[in-house]
Protein backbone atom coordinates (compact mmCIF):
# COMPACT_ATOMS: atom_id res chain seq x y z
CA UNK A 1 0.00 0.00 0.00
CA UNK A 2 1.54 3.57 -1.12
CA UNK A 3 1.63 5.65 1.62
CA UNK A 4 0.29 9.36 1.59
CA UNK A 5 3.31 12.07 1.53
CA UNK A 6 3.62 14.02 4.91
CA UNK A 7 1.73 17.03 3.65
CA UNK A 8 -1.16 15.29 2.89
CA UNK A 9 -1.05 13.62 6.40
CA UNK A 10 -1.15 16.83 8.04
CA UNK A 11 -4.11 18.17 5.82
CA UNK A 12 -6.15 15.01 6.93
CA UNK A 13 -4.97 15.97 10.33
CA UNK A 14 -5.96 19.63 9.95
CA UNK A 15 -9.35 18.71 8.36
CA UNK A 16 -11.20 17.81 12.04
CA UNK A 17 -10.43 20.68 13.60
CA UNK A 18 -12.74 23.26 14.31
CA UNK A 19 -11.28 27.05 14.00
CA UNK A 20 -10.75 28.97 17.68
CA UNK A 21 -14.11 30.48 19.37
CA UNK A 22 -14.24 34.60 18.91
CA UNK A 23 -14.21 35.31 22.77
CA UNK A 24 -17.32 37.44 23.48
CA UNK A 25 -16.68 40.96 24.58
CA UNK A 26 -16.51 44.72 23.64
CA UNK A 27 -13.98 46.60 21.62
CA UNK A 28 -12.57 49.44 23.00
CA UNK A 29 -13.97 51.80 20.57
CA UNK A 30 -17.77 49.90 21.87
CA UNK A 31 -17.47 50.54 25.32
CA UNK A 32 -16.15 54.50 24.73
CA UNK A 33 -20.05 54.62 22.89
CA UNK A 34 -21.18 52.62 26.00
CA UNK A 35 -19.65 55.34 28.25
CA UNK A 36 -21.15 58.33 26.32
CA UNK A 37 -24.48 56.68 26.06
CA UNK A 38 -24.43 56.24 30.12
CA UNK A 39 -22.94 59.82 30.60
CA UNK A 40 -25.83 61.50 27.96
CA UNK A 41 -28.72 59.62 30.11
CA UNK A 42 -27.38 60.51 33.95
CA UNK A 43 -26.68 64.12 32.63
CA UNK A 44 -30.66 64.14 31.01
CA UNK A 45 -31.74 62.57 34.61
CA UNK A 46 -29.66 65.27 36.13
CA UNK A 47 -30.82 68.51 34.31
CA UNK A 48 -34.39 66.93 34.73
CA UNK A 49 -34.09 67.01 38.42
CA UNK A 50 -32.80 70.35 38.15
CA UNK A 51 -35.85 71.90 36.09
CA UNK A 52 -38.13 69.89 38.30
CA UNK A 53 -36.60 71.85 41.76
CA UNK A 54 -36.44 75.10 39.38
CA UNK A 55 -40.52 74.61 38.35
CA UNK A 56 -41.40 73.97 42.62
CA UNK A 57 -39.38 77.26 43.21
CA UNK A 58 -40.94 79.18 40.72
CA UNK A 59 -44.60 78.07 42.07
CA UNK A 60 -44.10 78.49 45.56
CA UNK A 61 -42.96 82.19 44.85
CA UNK A 62 -46.26 82.56 43.24
CA UNK A 63 -48.12 81.10 46.01
CA UNK A 64 -46.42 83.45 48.28
CA UNK A 65 -46.46 86.29 45.88
CA UNK A 66 -50.16 85.34 45.00
CA UNK A 67 -51.78 85.78 48.69
CA UNK A 68 -50.18 88.94 49.30
CA UNK A 69 -51.58 90.35 46.25
CA UNK A 70 -55.42 88.53 46.89
CA UNK A 71 -54.84 90.02 50.66
CA UNK A 72 -54.16 93.89 48.78
CA UNK A 73 -56.80 93.59 46.65
CA UNK A 74 -59.41 92.48 48.97
CA UNK A 75 -58.59 95.36 51.62
CA UNK A 76 -58.53 98.15 49.06
CA UNK A 77 -62.14 96.83 47.88
CA UNK A 78 -63.21 96.47 51.23
CA UNK A 79 -61.23 98.52 53.41
CA UNK A 80 -60.81 95.48 55.82
CA UNK A 81 -58.70 92.36 56.60
CA UNK A 82 -59.93 89.50 54.87
CA UNK A 83 -60.74 86.74 57.55
CA UNK A 84 -61.52 89.53 60.14
CA UNK A 85 -63.76 91.38 58.02
CA UNK A 86 -66.79 92.31 60.40
CA UNK A 87 -69.35 93.28 57.25
CA UNK A 88 -68.56 89.82 55.34
CA UNK A 89 -72.29 88.60 56.15
CA UNK A 90 -73.95 91.32 54.95
CA UNK A 91 -71.72 90.91 51.78
CA UNK A 92 -72.27 87.38 51.09
CA UNK A 93 -75.04 84.56 52.28
CA UNK A 94 -73.58 81.88 54.94
CA UNK A 95 -70.23 83.75 55.25
CA UNK A 96 -69.27 84.07 58.43
CA UNK A 97 -68.24 87.75 59.91
CA UNK A 98 -64.63 88.31 61.58
CA UNK A 99 -64.23 89.78 64.76
CA UNK A 100 -63.34 93.57 63.06
CA UNK A 101 -60.15 94.57 65.29
CA UNK A 102 -57.47 94.21 61.65
CA UNK A 103 -55.79 91.12 63.61
CA UNK A 104 -55.93 87.45 62.13
CA UNK A 105 -56.58 85.68 64.90
CA UNK A 106 -55.21 81.89 64.87
CA UNK A 107 -52.46 79.63 63.49
CA UNK A 108 -51.71 79.22 59.93
CA UNK A 109 -51.57 76.03 60.07
CA UNK A 110 -55.03 75.23 61.82
CA UNK A 111 -56.94 72.29 60.66
CA UNK A 112 -60.71 73.50 58.97
CA UNK A 113 -63.12 71.53 60.49
CA UNK A 114 -65.68 69.95 58.31
CA UNK A 115 -68.41 72.64 58.98
CA UNK A 116 -67.37 75.91 58.78
CA UNK A 117 -70.20 77.53 60.99
CA UNK A 118 -69.06 75.28 63.57
CA UNK A 119 -65.70 77.60 63.30
CA UNK A 120 -65.23 79.47 66.47
CA UNK A 121 -64.08 83.00 65.54
CA UNK A 122 -62.96 85.36 67.86
CA UNK A 123 -59.42 86.99 69.55
CA UNK A 124 -57.46 83.83 69.73
CA UNK A 125 -59.07 81.78 66.99
CA UNK A 126 -60.97 80.81 63.15
CA UNK A 127 -60.17 84.34 61.57
CA UNK A 128 -56.43 82.69 59.53
CA UNK A 129 -59.11 80.04 58.27
CA UNK A 130 -62.11 82.50 57.96
CA UNK A 131 -59.57 84.73 55.67
CA UNK A 132 -59.57 82.33 52.62
CA UNK A 133 -63.41 81.83 52.97
CA UNK A 134 -63.36 85.72 52.61
CA UNK A 135 -60.72 85.29 49.57
CA UNK A 136 -62.97 83.15 47.53
CA UNK A 137 -66.05 84.61 48.10
CA UNK A 138 -65.08 87.85 46.73
CA UNK A 139 -63.79 85.99 44.18
CA UNK A 140 -59.96 86.87 44.04
CA UNK A 141 -58.53 82.93 44.80
CA UNK A 142 -60.33 79.89 42.69
CA UNK A 143 -63.01 78.26 44.67
CA UNK A 144 -62.96 74.89 46.60
CA UNK A 145 -64.85 72.31 48.05
CA UNK A 146 -63.60 72.94 51.22
CA UNK A 147 -64.08 76.66 50.76
CA UNK A 148 -62.65 77.86 54.55
CA UNK A 149 -59.45 75.51 54.29
CA UNK A 150 -56.01 76.36 53.33
CA UNK A 151 -55.04 76.10 49.44
CA UNK A 152 -52.36 73.26 49.11
CA UNK A 153 -48.81 74.31 47.90
CA UNK A 154 -46.61 73.02 45.16
CA UNK A 155 -44.59 70.86 47.78
CA UNK A 156 -48.04 69.30 49.10
CA UNK A 157 -48.36 71.28 52.51
CA UNK A 158 -49.91 74.21 53.18
CA UNK A 159 -50.39 78.10 51.93
CA UNK A 160 -51.52 79.63 55.29
CA UNK A 161 -51.83 83.56 57.03
CA UNK A 162 -51.58 84.29 60.93
CA UNK A 163 -51.24 87.86 62.46
CA UNK A 164 -47.69 87.39 63.50
CA UNK A 165 -44.55 85.23 63.52
CA UNK A 166 -40.82 84.47 62.87
CA UNK A 167 -39.74 87.90 64.35
CA UNK A 168 -42.29 89.55 62.32
CA UNK A 169 -45.28 92.00 64.05
CA UNK A 170 -47.56 92.36 61.33
CA UNK A 171 -49.60 89.42 58.93
CA UNK A 172 -47.34 87.04 57.07
CA UNK A 173 -48.28 84.35 54.16
CA UNK A 174 -46.09 81.00 55.10
CA UNK A 175 -46.17 77.68 52.80
CA UNK A 176 -44.85 74.66 54.95
CA UNK A 177 -43.50 70.95 54.29
CA UNK A 178 -40.43 72.18 51.97
CA UNK A 179 -37.29 69.88 52.04
CA UNK A 180 -34.16 72.43 52.76
CA UNK A 181 -32.28 72.72 49.49
CA UNK A 182 -35.70 74.17 48.15
CA UNK A 183 -36.53 76.21 51.28
CA UNK A 184 -33.18 77.64 50.92
CA UNK A 185 -33.56 78.70 46.71
CA UNK A 186 -37.13 79.88 47.30
CA UNK A 187 -35.28 82.24 50.08
CA UNK A 188 -32.53 83.28 47.80
CA UNK A 189 -34.55 84.01 44.41
CA UNK A 190 -37.10 86.16 47.30
CA UNK A 191 -34.56 87.54 49.55
CA UNK A 192 -31.24 86.82 51.03
CA UNK A 193 -31.26 83.08 51.47
CA UNK A 194 -30.80 83.89 55.38
CA UNK A 195 -33.60 82.06 57.43
CA UNK A 196 -33.61 84.09 60.42
CA UNK A 197 -33.02 87.86 58.86
CA UNK A 198 -34.57 89.60 56.16
CA UNK A 199 -38.18 89.68 54.91
CA UNK A 200 -38.11 85.95 54.17
CA UNK A 201 -37.46 83.62 57.55
CA UNK A 202 -37.97 80.18 57.62
CA UNK A 203 -38.77 77.68 60.94
CA UNK A 204 -39.03 74.12 61.34
CA UNK A 205 -42.34 72.58 59.32
CA UNK A 206 -44.41 72.16 62.27
CA UNK A 207 -47.01 69.26 62.85
CA UNK A 208 -50.74 70.41 61.54
CA UNK A 209 -52.11 72.57 64.62
CA UNK A 210 -48.86 73.09 66.41
CA UNK A 211 -47.22 76.96 66.70
CA UNK A 212 -44.81 78.43 64.31
CA UNK A 213 -41.36 78.17 66.34
CA UNK A 214 -38.21 80.46 66.12
CA UNK A 215 -36.64 80.72 62.89
CA UNK A 216 -33.95 78.67 62.33
CA UNK A 217 -30.12 79.83 62.00
CA UNK A 218 -29.43 78.35 58.46
CA UNK A 219 -30.84 75.80 56.28
CA UNK A 220 -30.18 72.08 56.46
CA UNK A 221 -30.15 70.22 52.92
CA UNK A 222 -30.14 66.81 53.85
CA UNK A 223 -32.10 64.36 56.39
CA UNK A 224 -35.30 64.81 54.72
CA UNK A 225 -35.59 68.48 57.03
CA UNK A 226 -38.09 70.07 56.53
CA UNK A 227 -39.20 73.92 56.57
CA UNK A 228 -42.06 76.57 56.98
CA UNK A 229 -41.21 79.61 54.69
CA UNK A 230 -42.68 82.87 55.93
CA UNK A 231 -42.96 86.45 54.67
CA UNK A 232 -45.22 89.42 55.24
CA UNK A 233 -48.18 89.28 53.68
CA UNK A 234 -48.69 92.95 52.28
CA UNK A 235 -45.11 93.89 51.40
Known sequence: MQRGSPAAGRRILGAGRLPPARQAGFTLAELA???????LIVGFIVQGQALVVQARIKDLSNELVGASQAFSLYFDRYRAVPGDDPLAEGRWAGARNGNGDRVLSGRYNDPAP???MTMTIDTTTGETLNFWWHLRRAGL?????TPHAQPINAMGGLIGVQGSGLGFGFPIVCVDNIPGHIAEALDSSLDDGKPDKGMVRAALSPASGQPLGAAVAAYTATGGVLYAVCRPIDR
Open 33 to 39: IVAVIAG
Open 141 to 145: IPASE
Open 114 to 116: GNP
